[in-house]
C-alpha cells in the first residue's frame, strides 16, 4: 500500500472557524509533511516531522497547528485563518528525513477555502 | 525555494522526440535532487532522483543530468508520450520545490 490518504478533499470555513485536516499513511514512514501550494506556485514546506516529532517549522503563522498523534497519522489544526490561507494543503511521507533521496509519497490534498 | 528555479513554465514536444526539463540553482548544499511529476488535482508523484556525487541517472525513459559547476540539472524524457503530459517540479533535497514546468506531449 503506498497511498496517502487525505480528508477531507475539500473544506470552505470561515475565519473564526476550527477545522483540522487529516493525513494518513500506512508504508511504515517515519517521516510526515505538510505544505501549501497555491495556484500555479511551487508545493511551499510547512512542517515536518521525523518520528514523531516536529523537527522543521518553516516558520509557520500559529493560526496553523500541526499535531502527529502517531507514526501514521498526521493533523493539521486550523484556527482564525485569513482568506490568503485559501491553498492546496499537501500531505506527504517517505521513509525516513536523512540518509538518502528519501522520495515522498504525496496524498491527492486538500483544498480549502476560507471566506 | 527560491534558490530553485525553473525558467521554462511551459514546454511543447511532439509524440515520441525528447522533452528537457530544465533547472538551476544556487545553494550549493544539497544532498541530492528530485524530480516529480504532477496531475491536475493530484499530488506530486516521485520520478527520478540523483546524488550530489553523481552527473547522471537514468531509469527508463526519464535520465536526469547534473552539472555542479553551472549549477544546472536538466530531466530527459524519450520518447515522450502523451500520458507525460503534466507539471514537472525539480526538488533540492526532498523539501524544497522549483517553480515548475508544465509539459505538453502533443499525439
Known amino acids: 500500500d503506498t497511498e496517502v490518504t487525505q480528508t477531507p478533499k475539500h473544506l470552505v470555513m470561515g475565519m473564526t472557524n476550527k477545522k483540522s485536516l487529516k493525513c494518513e499513511q500506512h508504508m511504515g514512514h517515519r517521516a510526515m509533511y505538510w505544505y501549501k501550494q497555491k495556484a500555479k506556485k511551487p508545493p511551499e514546506l510547512m512542517f515536518v516531522?521525523?518520528?514523531?516529532?516536529?523537527?522543521i517549522n518553516e516558520s509557520v503563522p500559529s493560526r496553523f497547528s500541526p499535531e502527529c498523534p502517531n507514526s501514521s497519522l498526521l493533523n493539521l489544526h486550523l484556527h482564525a485563518l485569513q482568506p490568503e490561507d485559501s491553498a492546496l494543503y499537501l500531505c506527504?511521507?517517505?521513509?525516513?528525513?536523512?540518509?538518502?533521496?528519501?522520495?515522498?509519497?504525496f496524498g491527492p490534498g486538500t483544498r480549502l477555502t476560507v471566506t | 525555494d527560491q534558490q530553485v528555479k525553473q525558467n521554462s513554465p511551459s514546454l511543447s514536444v511532439q509524440e515520441g522526440r525528447i522533452s528537457i526539463l530544465n533547472c538551476d540553482y544556487t545553494n550549493s548544499m544539497f544532498d541530492y535532487f528530485l524530480w516529480y511529476k504532477k496531475y491536475p488535482a493530484e499530488g506530486p508523484t516521485f520520478l527520478i532522483s540523483i546524488s550530489s556525487i553523481k552527473d547522471k541517472n537514468e531509469d527508463g525513459r526519464f535520465t536526469v543530468f547534473l552539472n555542479k559547476s553551472a549549477k544546472h540539472l536538466s530531466l530527459h524524457i524519450v520518447p515522450s508520450q502523451p500520458g507525460d503530459s503534466a507539471v514537472y517540479f525539480c526538488a533540492r533535497n526532498q523539501f524544497y520545490f522549483g517553480t515548475g514546468t508544465s509539459l505538453t506531449v502533443i499525439p
Open positions: 516531522y521525523s518520528y514523531e516529532k516536529l523537527s
Open positions: 506527504a511521507s517517505s521513509q525516513d528525513v536523512a540518509g538518502g533521496p528519501r522520495e515522498q509519497y
